[in-house]
């Protein structure tokens, strides 16, 4: 028997820009285990939402996670616009797809750099960041913030795309599909990329299915789920775009799909900035003035894979219960196929390939008494404990179907 | 003006603690060292040891686990250690500062020399914060 050696990743590591510990363990290079440990970004999102008002909760679940702060709001609003039963203004909905199409970009150029600089190639990094400024600038320009745009609200949109904004958003896409051809050509002509990435964290198909794997994770191995059309929502069914898939399942896949994504996404960001110029301006909310009982479910295509939001309504105006499941909280289980057997430094770039996103999956694992210190509750406890919450809930008849 | 004041107003090498955040703030704390802004040309350098750090900042709400880390890693640090606390989590805990894990802000736990609000503060907010704090000195 040979022994292993423990080799800690985190909590506050340079590589990773987001507080998480991983321990491999490690046979000489090869890595044999992996565990992980959250918690350090544990912040009791789902606790807070129920003490704020539906409005309020918009801007809470947007600071779920930065990257995708568009995500969040988007299956919240799927959610509580499915319990108060109304259908969006076509305007509405042209703008939340572009508000959404925007971040998959911003966030796919973030992820390439990011990648980038996992496998040594920091001009890559710097190039993708720089690429990435651009859409940044008409963040700003639509919703006054570089992240965080505060622009979703139930039954409609806060701020307008006037038509005096159009030009400078097709400006930008046709500068990014240049800019894009140039990225997409740096990365799959380099041979040193293809010798690191390629053949290396493969995933199967099965794997995908048995770990419930989603998003771009998902499509690099040839599983063809993508919510956007699978559940149509806001203005995708009404614009002309396809799901990128890609066989490989290994990191190499997931660049690719990635990067054509992005193209996808400018196209549809360009079908649907040619609709809003035909429309009326202003239409942008419709007025609801309560929340009755019941229950929602809102599915939104984060850049990540799905995001999931279950709303309970009992009729007042904060939820009664907030359930969230962000995409990386499945996304991450993967690790214990594409890491195992690997080299230390393959691991790393298998890790980030799946683009986690830690803020989004943070969980409760164990309660301490504050006074003593003492463990009260594990993490099956815990899951008891909700499980029982959850079924009080439904006999109390917050939200009959 | 001791020595060691003096060597802090130049070349500052920074390490960044994310505490319970959104994310937001680390990225466009990274976003300082791309090519648009491009801290590096202040001297400004990011470390990967808090041993070799002059500046440490902090962003995020702090939570319980995160808590006794922070501590650490501000003992750790040589002195004299300027603490920025970065975007309305920092400076107050923010959207976050009624959850059940929440510790205290930042100013609970170390001292700090400079708050830089915003949620999350703009890139050339970041830079101009430290500058000014380097100016000082
Ligand atoms: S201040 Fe805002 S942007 Fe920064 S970590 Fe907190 S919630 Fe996120």
Redesign the interface.
Known sequence: MSRKTLIPIG??H?LQ???ELFKLYCDGEIVMDIKWET???????E??SE?KSYDQVF??VE?????C?TSHPFAFANAVEEIVGVEITDRTKYIRSIIGELERIHSHL?WV?LAGHFLGYNTL??WA??YR?PVLDLFEMITGN???YAMFKVGGVRRDIENSKIPAIRKVMAVMRKKLDLLTGAVMDDPVIHARTKGVGILTRQDILDYGAVGPTARASGVDIDVRRDDPYAAYPLVNWKVITAQAGDVFAKVEVRLLEMYESASIIEQCIDALEKMKEGDIALKINEIPQGIGTGRAEAPRGEVFHFVVSDGSNSPARHKIRAPSYTNIATFKKSCIGQTIADATISLAAVDP?Y?CT?R?AAAYDNSSGKKILNASELIELSMKRTSELRKSGAGHE | MGFKDYCLRKSLWVF????????????????CL???YDLERFGIL????IRHADVLLVN??I?R??KD?LLE?YHQAPKPLLVVAIGACGCTG???A?????AGPVDKIIPVDAYIPG??P?PEAIIAGIVKLAGKK
């Open positions: 909590p506050y340079p820009e987001e507080p918690g350090y970004n544990h912040r009791g999102i606790k807070l003490s801007f809470l600071r779920i996670c930065g990257i702060s973030l750099g990094f710097m960041w720089k400024e570089r992240n965080s996103c803020c943070e409760m | 960044h603690f994310g505490g319970a955040s959104c994310n937001n703030c680390d990225i466009e704390i990274l976003d791309t090519p648009r990011l470390v990967g040891s995020g709400s939570n686990r995160d880390r890693l923010g959207i976050f009624e959850g059940i894990t929440f949620c999350p703009k």
